[in-house]
């Protein structure tokens, strides 16, 4: 499974960006799919999930109430919403998929087979 991110760019506080993740490859054995950021200097954290077969969303305490996860009929592109964004969004953002139903553990960097390249989101 190959996993493409686009959408990135620069954005004053306050504004929306989409970001996108093309799955490519044997993408039907992707069960969860997730975007993580990493700021510099810091850890990459979970943002939100989508468990594909129930298409169920969780998310990340910093983001909740203002990103949404989504995904196409075809359930190959995963987007995300990113509404009223601030200077700490500032981030690389990475999708990540899992053969597997993680639920609970869908934050955890280790329970994902692929990762993609990254696309850098700057708000100032």
């Known amino acids: 499974v190959q996993l493409v991110e686009s959408g990135g760019g620069s954005v004053q506080a306050g504004g929306s960006l989409r970001l996108s993740c093309r799955a490519s490859?044997?993408?039907?054995?992707?069960?969860?799919m997730a975007w993580f950021h990493q700021a510099p200097d810091k850890e990459r954290e979970a943002v939100a999930t989508?468990?594909?077969?129930?298409?169920?969303?969780d998310y990340g305490a910093s983001v909740k109430d203002r990103f949404a996860v989504s995904m196409n009929n075809a359930r190959t592109i995963l987007y995300l919403q990113m509404n009223d964004l601030k200077p700490a969004d500032t981030a690389m953002y990475y999708c990540?998929?899992?053969?597997?139903?993680?639920?609970?553990?869908?934050?955890?960097?280790?329970?994902?087979?692929?990762w993609g390249q990254g696309t850098q989101v700057t708000v100032s």
């Open positions: 989508v468990y594909i077969p129930s298409q169920s969303k």
């Open positions: 990540a998929g899992s053969r597997f139903a993680i639920h609970n553990r869908w934050n955890l960097e280790y329970e994902y087979n692929y």
């Open positions: 490859g044997n993408s039907d054995s992707n069960n969860t």
